[in-house]
C-alpha cells in the first residue's frame, strides 16, 4: 500500500458522556475545508453515549461519515483503551489522516498510537494546509518558543497523526448533509488491562486559584520584568484595573508566578475585555494565547517588539515607570 | 530495588536564541546548551523518590557528544549509571525515530520500574516523547503528574496526581509506569560541590548505532523518522496597532488612560 491507499480524514470526538470538547468541534470545521479539497470523507470518530443535541452540533458540521465505538474499557479515559481502539480502528480502515484535540488527554495517547502504527505525529499545530503536489497535509507549528514556525510533514507514512491546539480554529458549521452515513464498531478492551486506576478527581474551583481564562481584565508579565521584587507595583495595577496578574512563559520559568498564570499556546489562553502588557517580547507562543483580547495596550522599551503587532496602542518606554504612572492616574480618578 | 530510568536532553536556551530574519533559520552562536527545564523536574521526581524509597537512577540521554554535560548533572544529583547514546546515524530523528533509539539503549541494562520524563521540551516542544517511549517500554502511561506521591514497590503501584484542564486526576498506576512531569511541585535542586565534583570525572557508557544491540537501521535516524521539517520560516509580524507619540511618556501613558476611559474600560 501507498500512502495515496489511505483515505478519509478522521477527528477524534472528545467528550465525557455529557458535552463534546469544543475543540473536536473546532477541528471538524477545520477539517471539512481540508476533506473539500482533498475530496476525502470527514469522518468523526466517537465513543457511544452522546445526548442527541451534542450528537447534531457534530453533523452540523458537515460530516459525510459519524463512527460510533461501541465496547467495554471507554467509560473513564484512559491510555490503554483508547491506543488500542485507534491502532485496531486504524488498521482496519486505513484513514489518510487522523485529528486529535490538543488535550492533556489527546496529548497523552495520540503520539502512543501513533507509534504503535508506526506513523508520524505531529503536535500542537495552528494551521494546516493541503499540499497537493505532495498529497500531504503541512502541519504548521511554532518552535523555539515562537521565534520561528516549523512545517511538519508526514512524508511517506499513514495514517498523519495530529494534535491541534484548542481554540486554534473556529466552530462555524457549514450545515449538516442531506446524508451521513453511520457506522457502529465494537472494540471490546479488557478493563482488567487497564493499568490507572482513578482514585480521585479534584475539580479545579476547589483551590481558589487565578482563573485567568475567566478575567475580565488582565495585565500581562514579560520577561523584561527585572525581579519578582517589581511584582508588588503590577498587582496593585491589576487591583485598580479590577483585574488579575499574568505571563509569559519565561517568567513562569523564572519560578515568579505560576503555571496557571502563565498565558499562551502551552498555557492558558485568555479573552478579556482589556489586557496591559509589560516586558512582553510577543513571541507567537504567547500571542496565541491572549491575541482576541478586547483591548491590548503594550508597553515594552523595544521598538521593534513583536508585541506591538498584536497591540491596539502601544507605548515605548521603560516598564516599571509606566505602571507607576498608570497606578497614580488611576489612583487621581477615584 | 527500585530500578528509575530517567530520559534528559540538551537543548539550546530559546530564551537567547535568535533567528536569522531573512532565511529563517536558527542562529545558535553563543547561545548555551542547558539541560531541557522540565527534564530538571523529572530529575528532581526521580531523586525524591529514590531518597524515600531507596532505589537505583539511571539517566540517558541522545545527543551529540558534548550533551554529556546533562548527564553529568544528572550524575551530580544522584544518578548511578549514565548513557549516552550519540552518533552521526541518529541525526534529523523525530520522537518516533528518537523513542526507538532510547528504548533499544536503555534495555540493554535491564528493566525499569519507573521511567520519568519532562512533560515536554523547550525547542521542540511536541510532548510527544514520553506517550511514544511509554509505548517503547510497554509501560502504563501517566502524563503531566504534577506529583508522585506514593511507590508501593510491593503491589507494584504508584499514586500520581495528574493535571488537568479542568482539575488534578489521582491515579494509581501499575508498573513499569512512565511519568511525564510538570513543574508543579519539582523545582530541581542545586547539586552540592561533592556532587558536582564527583560527576566530572564520573563513567559515562557511550553507545553507537553498531554497540545498541539489536538496532535496526531502517527505524534510526531520518530514515526512521515518521514526520519532516521541509521548511521554517519567521512568524509574521502582524499589522498591528498604534504606537503612541504624544512627545513623552507622560503623554502617552495619560493617552491611554484617556483611551481606556472613552471605552469604558477603567
Known amino acids: 500500500m501507498t500512502k495515496f491507499d489511505y483515505k478519509n480524514m478522521w477527528v477524534y470526538i472528545e467528550h465525557d458522556g455529557t458535552t463534546i470538547s469544543t475543540v473536536s468541534l473546532e477541528l471538524l470545521c477545520e477539517a471539512r475545508k481540508l476533506c473539500d479539497v482533498t475530496g476525502d470523507k470527514l469522518v468523526a470518530v466517537a465513543v457511544d453515549g452522546l445526548p442527541e443535541a451534542e450528537l447534531a452540533k457534530i453533523r452540523a458540521t458537515g460530516i459525510d461519515q459519524m463512527m460510533v465505538v461501541h465496547g467495554t474499557g471507554y467509560e473513564r479515559y484512559n491510555n490503554d483503551a483508547y491506543t488500542n481502539l485507534f491502532t485496531v480502528l486504524c488498521q482496519k480502515y486505513n484513514p489518510s489522516a487522523v485529528f486529535v484535540g490538543g488535550t492533556t488527554n489527546g496529548r497523552d495517547f495520540a503520539p502512543r498510537f501513533a507509534a504503535r502504527l508506526n506513523t508520524g505525529c505531529t503536535s500542537d499545530a495552528i494551521e494546516v494546509v493541503y499540499n497537493p503536489e505532495s498529497g500531504d497535509i503541512e502541519f504548521i507549528e511554532p518552535a523555539v518558543g515562537g521565534k520561528m514556525m516549523a512545517v511538519i510533514t508526514v512524508p511517506v507514512l499513514r495514517p498523519q497523526v495530529g494534535t491541534i491546539r484548542p481554540g486554534t480554529f473556529k466552530y462555524e458549521p457549514v450545515g449538516e448533509k442531506a446524508e451521513i452515513e453511520v457506522i457502529h464498531e465494537t472494540v471490546d478492551f479488557d478493563p482488567a488491562l487497564i493499568r490507572t486506576k482513578l482514585l480521585k478527581f479534584i475539580p479545579e474551583e476547589d483551590d481558589g486559584a487565578v482563573n485567568l481564562a475567566a478575567e475580565e481584565v488582565v495585565v500581562c508579565l514579560g520577561n523584561g520584568l527585572s525581579g519578582s521584587d517589581k511584582l508588588g507595583k503590577y498587582q496593585e495595577l491589576a487591583d485598580l484595573l479590577g483585574g488579575k496578574l499574568g505571563c509569559t512563559r519565561p517568567v513562569f520559568d523564572r519560578g515568579i508566578l505560576p503555571f496557571k498564570q502563565m498565558i499562551g499556546q502551552s498555557g492558558v489562553v485568555v479573552k478579556p475585555k482589556l489586557l496591559v502588557s509589560f516586558g512582553v517580547s510577543g513571541a507567537i507562543n504567547h500571542t496565541a494565547g491572549m491575541k482576541d483580547a478586547g483591548t491590548i495596550i503594550a508597553v515594552n522599551s523595544d521598538p521593534d517588539a513583536a508585541i506591538f503587532g498584536v497591540a491596539d496602542y502601544g507605548i515605548v518606554g521603560d516598564m516599571d515607570t509606566v505602571c507607576d504612572m498608570m497606578i497614580e492616574a488611576l489612583k487621581a480618578r477615584q | ?266
Open chain 2, 1 to 266: 530495588m527500585l530500578k528509575i530510568l530517567v530520559c534528559v536532553k540538551q537543548v539550546p536556551d530559546v530564551n537567547l536564541v535568535k533567528i536569522d530574519p531573512v532565511t529563517g533559520s536558527l542562529i545558535r552562536d553563543g547561545v548555551p546548551a542547558i539541560m531541557n527545564p522540565l527534564d530538571g523536574s523529572a530529575l528532581e521526581a526521580a531523586v525524591r523518590i529514590k531518597e524515600t524509597y531507596g532505589g537505583e537512577i539511571t539517566a540517558i540521554t541522545m545527543g551529540p557528544d558534548n550533551a554529556a554535560a546533562v548527564l553529568r548533572e544528572c550524575i551530580s544529583v544522584g544518578a548511578s549509571q549514565a548513557i549516552l547514546c550519540s552518533d552521526y546515524a541518529f541525526k534529523d530523528a523525530d520522537t518516533l525515530s528518537t523513542s526507538y533509539v532510547i528504548g533499544k539503549a536503555a534495555k540493554m541494562f535491564g528493566e525499569y520500574d519507573l521511567i520519568i520524563c519532562g512533560k515536554e521540551t523547550l525547542d521542540g516542544a511536541t510532548g510527544q516523547m514520553g506517550s511514544q517511549l511509554a509505548e517503547r517500554f510497554g509501560a502504563t502511561m501517566v502524563s503531566s503528574t504534577s506529583l508522585i506521591m506514593e511507590v508501593n514497590e510491593e503491589m507494584g503501584t504508584v499514586i500520581a496526581e495528574r493535571e488537568l484542564e479542568g482539575g488534578v486526576e489521582v491515579l494509581e498506576a501499575q508498573m513499569p509506569a512512565l511519568f511525564t512531569v510538570e513543574k508543579t511541585n519539582y523545582q530541581p535542586r542545586i547539586p552540592n560541590f561533592k556532587g558536582w565534583k564527583f560527576a566530572r570525572t564520573a563513567p559515562i557508557t557511550k553507545l553507537t548505532a553498531d554497540t545498541i544491540e539489536g538496532l535496526d537501521r531502517n527505524k534510526i535516524g531520518a530514515p526512521g523518522s515518521g514526520t519532516i521539517v521541509p521548511r521554517t520560516y519567521p512568524p509574521e509580524k502582524a499589522e498591528g496597532g498604534m504606537i503612541l507619540d504624544e512627545g513623552s511618556v507622560e503623554k502617552n501613558v495619560a493617552k491611554v488612560m484617556e483611551i481606556l476611559a472613552d471605552k469604558g474600560l477603567v
